[in-house]
């Protein structure tokens, strides 16, 4: 009996020992409201190898003190959320690197999915994790509703799972943009490599959502815009950035017809953002 849970624990060795880490970075500015269920959903898993690093950007609320109950690769970095990544992906010590956003909870088979899709097939070197949003009242319905319509749309869904060796190769997030730098990395990856999509989905908490909070992080993201159009194709950069010609509105139409009221409300509040980017773009423009 001892001889045979000797070997079930030598087998259970070996099989730890072949399996791929997958490093998971997690990057925060007082995350606090969300901070918790995200961490949570990465231990609850079912693909156990992983670590979880942490970069902090000076919070001044619980975040912290949240992060150390789970990891003790806590570190403290800035000025920007693609320099957190970046600066987690340097402290990693896995084969893989996935880089969700703090306001987003993992459905169990995300990371499985992950690795089984990109060991298996060697020419996969980044993947699309599709999202879902939810969360409280009528604005978070709307972002909800226009994520909905995103989904298996590969210009505006962004790989986050990526080969770490591929990732350094192409040089990480650009630290110079801060928005558009979701679509830029995959964007530069997919030049040599192939990057493709699984299905199980994280769930986007866009909490109590309100309209003025969208438009100021719309505005913020319009800044570092130009630097992002400068370096890829017109075509791509038109449907990305200018709304209302997004294929995937179009695609989804009767999607959108049977949510009449919470469509309205979608195509008001991209029109509203729409406007905030471009301002932020020409004061960007205006900057440099």
């Known amino acids: 009996m001892?001889?045979?849970?000797?070997?079930?624990?030598?087998?259970?060795?070996?099989?730890?020992m072949k399996q791929p880490i997958v490093s998971i970075i997690v990057h925060t500015k007082n995350s606090q409201r969300t901070i918790e269920e995200h961490l949570k959903s990465i231990k609850n898993q079912s693909y156990k190898y992983i670590e979880i690093i942490a970069v902090d950007n000076h919070s001044t609320d619980k975040t912290l003190e949240n992060l150390k109950k789970y990891t003790k690769k806590v570190f403290?970095?800035?000025?920007?959320?693609?320099?957190?990544?970046?600066?987690?992906?340097?402290?990693?010590?896995?084969e893989y690197v996935?880089?969700?956003?703090?306001?987003?909870?993992?459905?169990?088979?995300?990371?499985?999915e992950c690795v089984e899709k990109i060991t298996k097939n060697p020419e996969i070197k980044a993947l699309i994790i599709p999202e879902k949003s939810f969360g409280q009242g009528f604005w978070a319905s709307c972002k909800a509703l226009e994520r909905q319509c995103y989904l298996g749309d590969n210009t505006i869904e962004?790989?986050?799972?990526?080969?770490k060796k591929v990732f350094v190769a192409v040089g990480g997030?650009?630290?110079?943009?801060?928005?558009?730098?979701?679509?830029?990395?995959?964007?530069?990856?997919?030049?040599?490599?192939?990057?493709?999509?699984?299905?199980?989905?994280?769930?986007?908490?866009?909490g109590d959502l309100s309209l003025l909070s969208l438009l100021k992080k719309k505005y913020y993201y319009g800044k570092k815009l130009s630097r992002y159009i400068s370096k890829h194709s017109t075509k791509t950069n038109i449907t990305q950035t200018i709304y209302i010609l997004r294929p995937a509105f179009y695609k989804h139409w009767l999607l959108l017809i049977t949510h009449p009221i919470t469509a309205i409300g979608m195509f008001f509040m991209l029109s509203?953002?729409?406007?905030?980017?471009?301002?932020?773009?020409?004061?960007?423009k205006a900057v440099t």
């Open 173 to 206: 997030y650009d630290e110079k943009i801060t928005g558009p730098e979701d679509w830029d990395l995959p964007q530069r990856i997919k030049r040599k490599y192939k990057v493709d999509r699984i299905s199980a989905f994280a769930l986007h908490d866009e």
């Open 272 to 284: 509203l953002e729409q406007i905030a980017g471009f301002l932020g773009f020409i004061n960007g």
């Open 76 to 94: 403290t970095y800035g000025p920007e959320r693609s320099a957190q990544r970046n600066f987690g992906v340097k402290k990693s010590t896995g």
């Open 2 to 16: 001892l001889h045979s849970k000797k070997i079930s624990s030598l087998v259970q060795l070996y099989i730890s």
């Open 158 to 163: 962004a790989a986050r799972f990526f080969d």
């Open 98 to 112: 996935y880089v969700p956003d703090s306001d987003m909870v993992l459905t169990k088979d995300v990371v499985k």
